[in-house]
């Protein structure tokens, strides 16, 4: 992967925590899936990986920084 390639993702998943977002927000969950209608299926299947794969990537750095900043040596 190149390094452009992996600060686009970095940035998609910053840019929203787009899983957080979408658990805990009924507004755009709603939004995001009248979005989806208009879009096939091949384009949703796509945009849910990515979204499953920034969901757990930032859900680990957020819980690796915590773990570091209570845990990690001193």
Known sequence: MAIGEFIEFVGYSVEGLAGWRYLLSPSYRRRTHERWRAKSR???????LIFVVSFVFV????????????FGER
């Open 42 to 48: 091949a384009a949703v299947a796509g945009e849910i």
């Open 59 to 70: 859900t680990v750095v957020i819980g690796g920084l915590l773990w570091w900043m209570f």
